[in-house]
């Protein structure tokens, strides 16, 4: 396949879980959509023959990053006894 | 009236961003300092194969010094604001895919970071890189056995000393006359072999360690404040 071809499906692929990382319902599907980004982001500096920064992408971006995002969730969320406090701020700053 | 004020700086961010794709033209040539880093008398004077790796450590090694400083100074602040108390909770068990799959990965997992570390004059990759390996591997340990005891005074002591040895071969360049992060302190070496371009891979390597010590502080901190309820 031609690299422009495959490049732009990677843009593609990567707005469509962007999107889905800001608009989604359920943070969790947000959280791992963000790493997604991340993870298409990396092949994207391979292509782009940035293979250090892509390793760097791949570690962090889509591994590391995730992972705390899902601690501090999940702290979050033991922390609030309501229970639904991040769905009402959402409403909020829509 | 909120909309009108989105679409006007919206206009306005088009029309400040419009000419940078107007004027934009591909280069098929080298710009003039990629082509001063390229020359072979400066090949030659730092040799290494990786020349990015030579760009970041030598040329320009305080921005990596900054970084490192950065770093430090947030897996700092983090220890400082996440407070861990010794409350043990009950877990749910792992299943056993997970954990015997972690075991065998994870040794591999911290090798292939020592590689990318060791070799980031020769391959693609470097101290960062490295670092960011070998916290994925200490992260996977973590997630297949929350009982585990973390070894905090280890990753402590790696982080400082390879902190001062990394900061030491630095300002010894600078005492011996040949320049702050110079890397021909050590032997230069025969081109493309391990043990080449001077200090460039002992000085990844201990930042590639650096690294590696301080993101698995910072994730065991997140991971252990999760115990408290």
Redesign the interface.
């Known amino acids: 396949m031609d690299f422009k071809i495959i490049s732009a499906l990677l843009g593609i692929i990567m707005l469509a879980m962007s999107f889905i990382a800001i608009y989604h319902k359920k943070m969790i599907v947000a959280v791992i959509a963000t790493g997604a980004v991340g993870l298409f982001a990396s092949i994207m500096y391979l292509f782009l023959a940035a293979?250090?920064v892509a390793?760097?992408e791949a570690?962090?971006g889509s591994?590391?990053s995730t992972?705390?995002f899902f601690?501090?969730l999940?702290?979050i969320r033991?922390?609030d006894k309501e229970g639904r406090e991040s769905d009402e701020i959402d409403e909020v700053i829509k | 009236m909120k909309k009108l004020f989105v679409f006007i700086i919206l206009i306005a961010l088009a029309s400040m961003l419009y000419p940078l794709l107007d004027t934009f033209h591909g280069n098929d040539k080298l710009s003039e300092l990629s082509q001063f880093y390229a020359q072979s008398e400066n090949v030659s004077k730092v040799n290494a194969q990786n020349l990015v790796t030579a760009v970041v450590v030598t040329y320009r090694g305080l921005d990596t010094l900054g970084e490192v400083t950065i770093l430090f100074l947030a897996a700092a602040i983090i220890a400082f604001f996440l407070k861990t108390e010794s409350e043990k909770r009950t877990l749910r068990k792992n299943s056993e895919i997970f954990k015997t799959a972690a075991k065998m990965l994870v040794p591999i997992i911290t090798m292939v970071g020592i590689y990318i570390f060791i070799n980031g004059h020769l391959t693609p990759g470097g101290g960062f890189q490295g670092g960011a390996v070998i916290a994925s591997g200490v992260i996977l340990m973590l997630l297949a056995f929350p009982n585990m005891e973390f070894n905090h005074k280890f990753f402590e002591a790696l982080e400082s000393i390879s902190g001062v040895v990394y900061v030491g071969l630095a300002a010894f360049g600078a005492i011996i006359g040949l320049g702050f992060l110079d890397n021909a302190i050590l032997p230069l070496g025969k081109f493309g072999e391990l043990f080449s371009a001077g200090a460039i891979p002992v000085i990844y390597s201990f930042v590639g360690l650096k690294v590696g010590a301080e993101l698995s502080n910072i994730l065991n901190k997140f991971k252990s404040v999760q115990a408290e309820n």
């Open positions: 293979p250090d390793m760097t570690a962090i591994g590391l992972i705390i601690y501090v999940n702290r033991s922390n």
